[in-house]
């Protein structure tokens, strides 16, 4: 399930807490693709608190809580990371991250918390929504064999990288425009995982967020830039960006574009991309401001320069993703759809 869906699975799953109609959730992915992250955003969307537990890093004692004798009974201290009304309010999200890492006695112990919401006197608020996350096996992560009881404790979900969702996140997260430009220039190189060859670098949407504060930190060295490069993304990849930046001062004027000159499209398909990008960044940045408008008008106006529709498409598209309805007020986005009915309709 691409990311955008998924994450109003997550949404919808944890409002269900007050209607008594929640199923633990367990998200399905290789590593480095954002599953962590898309959990900490529906907790902060929320405005509620997110517990994270590394299954993978406890021992069974760690859930079940430490024995005490009381008397003439035995008594179990309840852990304090686990959820508590009075401590972390009464709505949230327990998050059991790196689930496939934990070894089958944790696994075991977690089992009675994720059904029946408790263990032994402890028992998880009611609002409170309980998710999971981890590799698959052929992921060549540390990862166990998930066992039948438990999975059937969880609605299971495969988390499948989208493009269009992590150009739309990148540019929300304020994402460099070149990295951005770069994987939309090689959009297989968005993530590439080979199991077989264990990299220890390798392209993702986690590192190609590294990528972005590599180039913020070496923007001015070019030495060590490439190294620091390849240390995210890997050797390969870490070139081909090196090189797609660098060759990026034969763009046209970007700041006269957004002015409302009229200048040519670059005919390289690399430079092309860069320039959507680059536009696209700067309608962002203009939202909210006296002259968004005049800005958001004139990307539009060059939106028809480029000498395939299907770049102008792209750029309108990513804008709208971004900014959302005020596109369609302006003068110009009728004008353009005009201009690319026949794509848009046939293609």
Not at 10 to 17: A, R, V, Y
Not at 189 to 211: C, G, I, M, T, Y
Request: hydrophobic letters at 45%.
């Amino acid at each position: 399930m691409r990311p955008a869906h998924l994450t109003t699975v997550l949404e919808t799953e944890f409002s269900s807490t007050t209607e008594g109609h929640h199923t633990p959730v367990m998200i399905w992915g290789p590593p480095g693709v954002g599953k962590s992250q898309m959990v900490a955003q529906v907790a902060e969307k929320n405005s509620v608190p997110l517990i994270d537990i590394r299954l993978s890093q406890m021992e069974p004692s760690d859930l079940r809580g430490i024995p005490f004798r009381e008397n003439e009974h035995v008594e179990w201290a309840v852990p304090a990371m686990l959820p508590n009304a009075e401590r972390h309010g009464n709505t949230g999200i327990l998050f059991l991250d790196e689930i496939t890492s934990a070894p089958p006695s944790v696994s075991a112990a977690a089992y009675q918390l994720i059904l029946d919401r408790r263990l032994g006197n402890y028992e998880v608020p009611e609002g409170w929504a309980i998710f999971a996350a981890g590799n698959r096996q052929g992921d060549r992560g540390v990862t166990y064999s998930m066992p039948a009881p438990l999975a059937n404790r969880f609605s299971h979900f495969e988390f499948e990288l989208n493009l269009d969702d992590w150009v739309a996140w990148a540019y929300a997260n304020g994402i460099d425009d070149r990295v951005i430009a770069f994987v939309r220039f090689r959009p297989e190189l968005l993530f590439e995982f080979d199991p077989a060859h264990n990299p220890v670098a390798f392209p993702s949407p986690r590192s190609w967020e590294f990528a972005h504060r590599a180039i913020k930190k070496f923007e001015h060295n070019r030495d060590l830039r490439l190294g620091a490069l390849q240390a995210c993304v890997g050797p390969a990849a870490g070139i081909e960006l090196d090189a797609f930046i660098r060759n990026l001062d034969q763009l046209p004027d970007i700041n006269a574009i957004v002015q409302g000159e009229k200048l040519p499209a670059p005919s390289e398909i690399d430079l092309q991309y860069a320039v959507a990008s680059s536009l696209v960044g700067h309608a962002i940045r203009a939202q909210g401001s006296s002259d968004a408008q005049t800005i958001q008008g004139n990307i539009l106006d060059y939106a028809n320069v480029f000498p395939q529709k299907e770049m102008g498409v792209m750029l309108v598209s990513d804008m709208h993703r971004a900014i959302g309805q005020d596109l369609f007020a302006l003068p110009q986005f009728a004008q353009w759809s005009n201009a690319v009915a026949d794509v848009m309709l046939y293609n």
